[in-house]
């Protein structure tokens, strides 16, 4: 049991190119994220999969793009890459705690991105 | 979801027991209290939530105050591998019908554990 993985791990891109950061959980978790965390800051949440087949924008979207490809992937994407993008992405996978009706999120160990 | 306040950074002494204090004052009747940490340059890591009743797990327990305004999360002895940035979150358990899934993360309180 991996939990959450994500690939890559850093990344260095210049201005323009595009990317696709992959995320996976073997939990059967329905629900799915992706963060970036800027430096000495909370993360902020950029998509989220609340099911497979379902995407909605979190609080910083723009400039992303995301497919949720089966129930375990869920993937961001870059399609022209700016240096405001640089930063550490999260992906987490949320387990519904049915008893208690509350849920608690897995994360990713982060990729590093660096946009020149 | 209801905003937080933490103090920035606490000191602990390895082995003595940590506070960690979060102000919750607008906190809904439908708003769990959550902790998370994140230790340097790793994925933030669920440590407990609570209601409104006090919790206690294998990493800390959670004291609620019985108006909900405020909480404290306590690492009974903490260790050097506890140094980390602690943020408390409260957030609608999906249970309650709310449709806001994300985990709002302030700049949380940097906890260093000395030895």
């Known amino acids: 049991n991996a939990g959450v993985t994500q690939t890559p791990k850093f990344q260095v891109l210049k201005t323009g190119q595009s990317m696709t950061l992959q995320c996976a959980q073997d939990m059967n978790h329905n629900s799915m994220y992706w963060y970036r965390q800027d430096p000495g800051m909370g993360l902020r949440l950029i998509y989220y999969?609340?099911?497979?087949?379902?995407?909605d924008k979190g609080e910083v979207p723009n400039g992303y793009n995301v497919s949720r490809l089966n129930k375990r992937e869920f993937s961001l994407r870059l399609e022209s890459a700016a240096p405001s993008q640089t930063s550490v992405y999260f992906c987490a996978s949320e387990a519904p705690q049915w008893g208690r009706a509350t849920d608690t999120q897995y994360f990713g160990p982060g990729t590093r991105l660096t946009v020149l | 979801d209801a905003k937080t306040t933490q103090p920035p950074s606490m000191d602990c002494a390895e082995g003595r027991a940590a506070n960690l204090p979060c102000n919750h004052s607008?906190?809904?009747?439908?708003?769990?209290v959550y902790w998370y940490r994140q230790i340097h340059s790793q994925g933030p890591q669920y440590i407990i939530h609570g209601l409104k009743n006090n919790e206690t797990n294998e990493m800390a327990s959670l004291i609620i105050t019985e108006d909900r305004k405020s909480s404290t999360l306590i690492l009974p002895h903490a260790t050097l591998r506890d140094t980390a940035v602690y943020y408390c979150?409260?957030?609608?358990?999906?249970?309650?019908?709310?449709?806001?899934?994300?985990?709002?993360f302030g700049k949380g309180t940097l906890l260093t554990v000395n030895p």
């Open positions: 607008t906190i809904s009747g439908n708003e769990y």
């Open positions: 979150i409260v957030r609608v358990s999906r249970g309650s019908g709310g449709s806001n899934y994300k985990l709002t």
């Open positions: 999969s609340a099911s497979e087949g379902t995407t």
